[in-house]
């Protein structure tokens, strides 16, 4: 029998539980602190979740607790003014109050959506995050980032919202699909390259095994990338200092899904294997790492059969259409922009460009 690991984000009173391990939806209240003090529970999933997860509506959540139920439709879409104003008014029409409990269901798409609805009804409700994706399990449902999409790019309109607890089951993994299980490895391998050298030399070993979903690698896997990532939240909540390491090939892999308008073409983890090669290799040119970091990259991916280039994707863009889409990153201070790059796997740099025209020569040469 798998043990259940339990792991703890310190955030002072908004500190929280993330419980991992297998079929623990199971018992799903009985990770879910202050259970019997709330007057109504409602759940958010989407159409993608119940689709392939009867079981979940149908025996396991039942035997748990009733509870209200609303279900979206899946995809990017949803990330919008639109399904935000959906959601709101759906959880008002079930008469809630501020004991109230909302449990998002799904993957980091939904969970961005639902910790923002449940932060501004009757001005915040409590939240509980049961990620079902790899993505959502080891990035998007721990920290407390919420948020919704804008046509100037990725997640700028959004709150901090910290749920009550996080309950990863491993077992919803069962249910991906290839491609989106090889997404989320995208943010396990950011954690391994700004916080963990060993990290990375323990993937290069056992990713394999992730991808094919034993239970004993990814449970491990999940917990180091939780407490990476918790330990920099608790250090810097409202990322305003070192939580921006959190974006290290974001800046370039969303401007890569801002110019492909958030569509199927690509998926948000195949964007940051993207954004974290190109992070990788504009540090080399500027020389502040070694090329080596490039082909310690390229080499792990390949053994795994993983893209990380845009020609990988049939993907052709200029590179003046790009730095138009990364002038609008949340990391844009002042009008220079900001950058999370390397020095070598664990040591990464925060840098403000002071002259664009070196990005510009640098993407000129890459995109080629």
């Known amino acids: 029998m798998t043990k259940t690991v339990n792991y703890k984000v310190s955030l002072g009173k908004d500190s929280y539980p993330i419980f991992i391990g297998k079929n623990l939806l199971k018992s799903l209240k009985n990770h879910i602190p202050n259970f019997y003090n709330y007057s109504k529970i409602i759940i958010v999933s989407d159409s993608a979740i119940s689709s392939v997860n009867e079981l979940l509506f149908k025996k396991y959540l039942p035997q748990n607790f009733n509870f209200k139920k609303i279900i979206l439709p899946s995809g990017e879409k949803i990330k919008s003014f639109k399904y935000l104003e959906i959601l709101t008014e759906k959880i008002l029409n079930i008469g809630i109050d501020r004991t109230s409990l909302i449990i998002c269901i799904g993957g980091g798409v939904l969970g961005d959506l639902v910790a923002l609805a449940s932060s501004i009804v009757l001005r915040g409700i409590d939240l509980i995050q049961v990620p079902s994706t790899l993505l959502a399990q080891v990035d998007s449902s721990v920290g407390g980032k919420t948020a919704i999409n804008s046509g ?167 590179y003046k259409e790009f730095i138009k889409h990364m002038k609008f990153d949340k990391k844009v201070k002042n009008g220079k922009m900001k950058f999370v790059l390397i020095k070598k796997i664990g040591v990464p740099v925060r840098i403000f460009l002071e002259d664009v025209r070196l990005l510009s020569i640098f993407l000129k040469n890459e995109l080629k």
């Not at 991906?176 to 989320?184: M, Q, Y």
Request: hydrophobic letters at 40%; proline letters at 1%.
């Open 152 to 318: 100037y790019g990725k997640n700028l309109i959004g709150t901090f919202k910290q749920p009550k607890c996080v309950i990863i089951s491993t077992d919803l993994l069962k249910t991906l699909k290839k491609r989106d299980l090889v997404s989320g490895y995208a943010e396990i391998l950011k954690y391994s390259f700004i916080k963990d050298k060993l990290f990375f030399g323990w993937l290069e070993k056992n990713a394999k095994k992730i991808l094919s979903l034993n239970t004993e690698s990814c449970i491990y896997a999940i917990k180091k990338s939780c407490s990476i990532k918790s330990d920099i939240v608790s250090k810097d909540e409202k990322e305003n200092g070192i939580r921006e390491l959190l974006n290290f090939g974001h800046t370039f892999g969303h401007a890569i899904e801002s110019i492909t308008g958030y569509s199927n073409k690509i998926k948000h983890g195949e964007a940051i294997f993207i954004g974290m090669y190109l992070a990788i290799k504009f540090s080399i040119f500027l020389k502040l790492c070694d090329e080596k970091v490039a082909i310690n990259y390229a080499r792990h991916l390949n053994c795994l059969g993983i893209h990380f280039k845009l020609d990988d994707y049939g993907l052709n863009i200029s």
